[in-house]
C-alpha cells in the first residue's frame, strides 16, 4: 500500500476553489507550466516552483568490473552501465522547516502501512 495520489483533477478543482479561477484556467496555467518545466530541464536548467525544487542529475558511468556471485562463490564479470540522467524533485528547506508541511515519521509509516 502506498501513499495516497493527487491526481491533477482534484489539484485543478481544489486551485479553482481557492482562487476563484474557472477550472479550464487553472489547467491551461498548469499545461503552461508543466511545458515551462520540461523546456528549462531539458536545457540543463534548475526550477524553483511552489517550494519544490526540480532539477536534472548525472549519473556517472561504471566500468566493467569483476564481482563474486555471493552463492556460489565464483568470480563474474559485471556488465558496464553507461551514463544517465534522472530527474529529482526535493522540498526546498523553507518547506521542510515548516512542521505543518512535513508528515512525522509516525505518521508516514502509519499511512504506508
Do not use: Y
Not at 508543466?34 to 524553483?48: M, N, T
Not at 558511468?61 to 568470480?75: F, H, I, L, S, Y
Not at 512525522?104 to 504506508?112: E, G, I
Request: charged share 30%.
Amino acid at each position: 500500500m502506498g501513499l495516497q495520489l493527487v491526481k491533477q483533477t482534484e489539484l485543478v478543482e481544489n486551485i479553482s476553489e481557492e482562487t476563484g479561477f474557472s477550472k479550464g484556467e487553472v489547467r491551461h496555467f498548469l499545461s503552461a507550466l508543466e511545458d515551462e518545466v520540461r523546456i528549462a530541464i531539458s536545457d540543463c536548467k534548475k526550477v524553483k516552483v511552489a517550494g519544490v525544487q526540480i532539477e536534472p542529475k548525472l549519473k556517472k558511468a561504471t566500468k566493467k568490473r569483476m564481482g563474486r556471485n555471493p552463492a556460489t562463490g565464483e568470480d563474474v564479470q559485471i556488465a558496464a552501465k553507461p551514463a544517465s540522467v534522472k530527474i529529482t524533485a526535493r522540498v526546498l528547506a523553507s518547506l521542510g522547516k515548516d512542521e505543518n508541511v512535513v508528515p512525522s515519521v509516525a505518521k508516514l509509516r502509519k499511512k504506508l502501512g
